[in-house]
């Protein structure tokens, strides 16, 4: 029932910036943590950045100075700025939410389609 939706990806020069903006559908649904993630070819799916529900937040070592996370727990939205982009950053980035279980209070992972983000030189 929970779908997220990503927008914001595209091509930009080396040393733009682009902001990722990631919406959940649906109502009365909570989660445990919103974030990132992103896929470049030819490699695993890696952790980004992302917002705990006690508004802590969490960084790669690769992104941590240019990008920056924000959720907005009440909307269950999450952005993600991304500033002075590498070509190393080229991927496709996928929101993700981690949702507990009614029952079994389990988390239980969503992700979004992806969005392709390409950083020339």
């Known amino acids: 029932q929970v779908q997220l939706v990503e927008s914001g990806g595209g091509l930009v020069q080396l040393g733009g910036s682009l902001r990722l903006s990631c919406a959940a559908s649906?109502?009365?649904?909570?989660?445990?943590?919103m974030g990132w993630y992103r896929q470049a070819p030819g490699k695993q799916r890696e952790f980004v950045a992302r917002?705990?529900?006690?508004?802590?937040?969490e960084y790669a070592d690769s992104v941590k100075g240019r990008f920056t996370i924000s959720r907005d727990s009440a909307k269950n939205t999450v952005n993600l700025q991304m500033n002075s982009l590498k070509p190393e950053d080229t991927a496709v980035y996928y929101c993700?939410?981690?949702?507990?279980?009614?029952?079994?209070?389990?988390?239980?992972?969503?992700w979004g389609q992806g969005t392709q983000v390409t950083v020339s030189s």
């Open positions: 993700n939410a981690v949702m507990l279980t009614p029952i079994t209070r389990r988390p239980y992972d969503y």
């Open positions: 649906g109502s009365g649904v909570s989660f445990a943590a």
């Open positions: 917002g705990l529900s006690g508004g802590s937040t």
